[in-house]
């Protein structure tokens, strides 16, 4: 009885079940995952990329920075500048077209 549980074959087969309840688990732990990342991104579905929107905030505290420099005349980039915050906030242009907006406006200021 004792050679039984020492022979290779009842090793072969102990690792056998304890490799095939362990992928299982791994299995199941990888199933639940999934399921808790795809409802995250359902949720997070109509939210604005973060790092886009904290690239805008960091165009505008540039922008606003050159308009106030007296050295130049920028009333024309204050006004488009104006507008294009006015426009965004109400909804009427997306966030990539708002980025790119503000790219033009750096752009005319240098």
């Known amino acids: ?41 359902v949720e997070a579905q109509g939210t604005q990329p973060m790092l886009m929107k904290k690239a805008a905030e960091h165009k505008m505290r540039a922008l606003k920075a050159a308009v106030n420099d007296r050295r130049f005349d920028h009333s024309q980039v204050e006004k488009q500048l104006d507008k294009l915050v006015a426009d965004y906030d109400k909804g009427l242009i997306s966030l990539p077209d708002y980025c790119h907006s503000l790219n033009h406006l750096i752009a005319m200021t240098a």
């Open 1 to 41: 009885m004792n050679d039984y549980f020492t022979s290779p074959t009842a090793i072969f087969f102990y690792f056998l079940v304890a490799g095939s309840t362990l992928v299982y688990f791994i299995l199941l732990f990888d199933k639940k995952n999934r399921q808790k990342l795809s409802k995250i991104l």
